[in-house]
């Protein structure tokens, strides 16, 4: 099976930069994708990553090392927009299906 | 691109009771899941179909909940009888193909399941 922790919740301020980490320990590990959620509505795919490094996509990026079997997603210039719950979620063993950890409820704030 | 589309929105129950949740996926997705998302948890995946073949039903409880998509296109997804702890966001989701390097999921709004 797969381990995937994230912290529960978190807050920040508009215009700030926040990190939301995500570890996992998995065998055979395969990528590993950020979905954003907004209350009552579908996650969306924001990012994916297999190879070590980072990756950049406007205000957002994910960052990936899988020696240390740890990710980041970093959000710049917070906007009250982003206030939603960040899932983290990892593929491996050989499936393409990605498990899902219990996601980063986000709270931006004035 | 039209996204997937689910029905109902809502949906309440008694316990006991039968339901269903139908999909439509993305035109041209080949793969689509279920997930169930239980309150302050991520989506917990309960079934994927290819075509209209099941490629993976571990951990569906099979002995309240069926699902199909005998044309390839459309799915329906039943729980007959619910619990209690059945409560959840039903969600479907379709992808291109079985996933290849980076084909990400798109998913419907859910089906909100309350039982009282």
């Known amino acids: 099976g797969q381990n995937i922790d994230q912290p529960t919740e978190m807050t920040a301020t508009e215009g700030a930069i926040v990190q939301i980490n995500c570890t996992y320990q998995t065998s055979g590990f395969n990528g590993l994708f950020w979905y954003q959620q907004h209350a009552g509505e579908a996650p969306t795919f924001l990012s994916y990553?297999?190879?070590?490094g980072l990756e950049e996509k406007g205000r957002f990026s994910s960052f990936l090392s899988r020696s240390k079997g740890y990710s980041y997603l970093l959000l710049k210039e917070l906007q009250m927009k982003d206030s939603a719950s960040y899932l983290c979620?990892?593929?491996?063993?050989?499936?393409?299906?990605?498990?899902f950890g219990r996601g980063t409820s986000l709270i931006v704030h004035p | 691109e039209a996204g997937v589309a689910q029905s109902p929105r809502y949906k309440i129950i008694e316990k006991r009771q039968s339901v269903a949740f139908w999909c439509n996926p993305i035109?041209?997705?080949?793969?689509l899941y279920w997930y169930q998302q239980i309150l302050g948890q991520g989506p917990k995946l309960l079934i994927q179909?290819?075509?209209?073949?099941?490629?993976?039903d571990s951990q569906l409880p099979k002995d309240r909940f069926s699902a199909e998509r005998l044309k390839g296109v459309d799915s329906t997804l039943k729980i007959q009888p619910a619990k209690l702890e059945d409560s959840a966001v039903y969600l479907c989701?379709?992808?291109?193909?079985?996933?290849?390097?980076?084909?990400?999921?798109?998913f419907g709004d859910g089906t909100r399941l309350s039982i009282l």
């Open positions: 989701a379709s992808s291109l193909g079985l996933g290849g390097v980076n084909q990400p999921q798109h």
């Open positions: 979620a990892v593929r491996a063993g050989g499936s393409y299906i990605p498990t």
């Open positions: 035109s041209g997705h080949a793969t």
């Open positions: 990553n297999v190879l070590d």
């Open positions: 179909f290819q075509n209209n073949g099941v490629v993976d």
